[in-house]
C-alpha cells in the first residue's frame, strides 16, 4: 500500500454531523473528503492523499507549476465552498497543503486549538466574505495636452502647463476621495473588513481600494446594492466585486477595519 498523508480542508462547527452527500471529489489522487468529529459541535473534513505525489520532495517541484497548483486549489476550495453552502454549518477554511502524517496527529494538533476555534466562529458564524476592489478609470488628457500645444510660448505655456497639474491633482484627489467613501460606507454593513495594500499581480500601481468585507449573511442584497450604488456613482471609478467566498481573511483575530 502506497504511503499517504491526512489532509485536511476545513474545520466544520455545527450541532449536528452535516452529511458527507454530494461533497466533491477533493484533491487529484485523494480519497473522497469525509468527515470526523474533532470535538463537540466541530467536526474535521479530511482526505487521504498519496505521498508520491504530495510528499514535501514532489511537493516542492509541484508548487513551480501554476497550472496544477492553480488546479489543487480549486480542488480544495470546491470541498470547503460545499460545506458553507450547508445548512447550520460554519466553516473555518484550512490553508492550501495543510497535511499531517496520520489521523492522531491531524487530532493532536487540532485540539489545542479548540479556544481558538470557538472565538473564529463567533466572528464569523452567519457572514460570508466578499471581495471589493476600486481602481481609477482611465482619463483622457488630450484636451489638455491640446491646449498646451496652442499656447503660445513662455508665460502662456507655463500657466497651461500649471492648469494641467492642478486639474490632475483634483481630480486624483476627487477620485481617492470616492474610493474613501465607498469603503466607509461599505465598511458600515459589514461585521468587519480586511484591507490589503499589496499590488495585485500584473498591476503597475496598487488599488485605490482592495478590501475583504465580512457581510452577515442576512444583509447580502443591502451590500451588493451598496456595491452597484457606488459603481454608478461615478464614472472617474471601476469596481470589482467578488464573492462570496468562505471567510479565508477572517479566521485570525487582527483587524484593518
Same mark, same amino acid.
Given at each position: @500500500?502506497? +504511503?499517504?498523508?491526512?489532509?485536511?480542508?476545513?474545520?466544520?462547527?455545527?450541532?449536528?454531523?452535516?452529511?458527507?452527500?454530494?461533497?466533491?471529489?477533493?484533491?487529484?489522487?485523494?480519497?473522497?473528503?469525509?468527515? *470526523? &468529529? !474533532?470535538?463537540?459541535?466541530?467536526?474535521?473534513? &479530511?482526505?487521504?492523499?498519496?505521498?508520491?505525489?504530495?510528499?514535501?520532495?514532489?511537493? +516542492?517541484?509541484?508548487?513551480?507549476?501554476?497550472?496544477?497548483?492553480?488546479?489543487?486549489?480549486?480542488?480544495?476550495?470546491?470541498?470547503? %465552498?460545499?460545506?458553507?453552502?450547508?445548512?447550520? /454549518?460554519?466553516?473555518?477554511?484550512?490553508? =492550501?497543503?495543510?497535511?499531517?502524517?496520520?489521523? +492522531?496527529?491531524?487530532?493532536?494538533? @487540532?485540539?489545542?486549538?479548540?479556544?481558538?476555534?470557538? *472565538?473564529?466562529?463567533?466572528?464569523?458564524?452567519? /457572514? %460570508?466574505?466578499?471581495?471589493?476592489?476600486?481602481?481609477?478609470? #482611465?482619463?483622457?488628457?488630450?484636451? *489638455?495636452?491640446?491646449? @498646451?500645444?496652442?499656447?503660445?510660448?513662455?508665460?502662456?505655456?507655463?500657466?497651461?502647463?500649471?492648469?494641467?497639474?492642478?486639474?490632475?491633482?483634483?481630480?486624483?484627489? #476627487?477620485?481617492? +476621495?470616492?474610493? %474613501?467613501?465607498?469603503?466607509?460606507?461599505?465598511?458600515?454593513?459589514?461585521?468587519?473588513?480586511?484591507?490589503?495594500?499589496?499590488? $495585485? %499581480?500584473?498591476?503597475?500601481?496598487?488599488? !485605490?481600494?482592495?478590501?475583504?468585507? =465580512?457581510?452577515? *449573511?442576512?444583509?447580502?442584497?443591502?451590500?451588493?446594492?451598496?456595491?452597484?450604488?457606488?459603481?454608478?456613482?461615478?464614472?472617474?471609478?471601476?469596481?470589482? =466585486?467578488?464573492?462570496?467566498? $468562505?471567510?479565508?481573511?477572517?479566521?485570525?483575530?487582527?483587524?484593518?477595519?
Amino acid at each position: @500500500m502506497a +504511503e499517504t498523508a491526512i489532509y485536511l480542508y476545513c474545520i466544520v462547527h455545527a450541532s449536528k454531523m452535516p452529511s458527507a452527500a454530494g461533497v466533491p471529489p477533493g484533491l487529484p489522487g485523494a480519497t473522497r473528503p469525509a468527515l *470526523s &468529529t !474533532l470535538a463537540r459541535s466541530f467536526r474535521v473534513v &479530511t482526505a487521504s492523499v498519496p505521498l508520491e505525489v504530495y510528499g514535501s520532495d514532489t511537493l +516542492e517541484a509541484s508548487l513551480r507549476n501554476v497550472p496544477w497548483v492553480s488546479d489543487i486549489a480549486v480542488a480544495h476550495e470546491r470541498v470547503v %465552498e460545499h460545506f458553507t453552502r450547508a445548512t447550520a /454549518c460554519t466553516v473555518i477554511p484550512m490553508k =492550501l497543503f495543510t497535511m499531517f502524517s496520520s489521523e +492522531e496527529l491531524a487530532d493532536a494538533a @487540532m485540539r489545542p486549538r479548540l479556544h481558538e476555534f470557538q *472565538s473564529i466562529v463567533r466572528r464569523i458564524a452567519g /457572514c %460570508e466574505e466578499w471581495g471589493v476592489r476600486i481602481t481609477p478609470r #482611465a482619463a483622457g488628457g488630450a484636451e *489638455s495636452a491640446g491646449e @498646451m500645444t496652442r499656447a503660445a510660448s513662455g508665460t502662456a505655456f507655463l500657466a497651461a502647463k500649471k492648469a494641467a497639474r492642478d486639474v490632475a491633482r483634483q481630480s486624483a484627489s #476627487a477620485v481617492a +476621495e470616492a474610493a %474613501e467613501d465607498a469603503y466607509r460606507t461599505l465598511s458600515a454593513i459589514a461585521r468587519d473588513v480586511r484591507r490589503r495594500g499589496d499590488i $495585485p %499581480e500584473g498591476a503597475t500601481s496598487p488599488p !485605490l481600494l482592495d478590501a475583504a468585507f =465580512l457581510v452577515p *449573511s442576512t444583509r447580502r442584497k443591502r451590500f451588493t446594492a451598496a456595491v452597484t450604488k457606488v459603481a454608478d456613482s461615478s464614472d472617474r471609478i471601476s469596481v470589482t =466585486l467578488t464573492g462570496p467566498w $468562505p471567510s479565508y481573511n477572517f479566521i485570525d483575530s487582527g483587524s484593518n477595519a
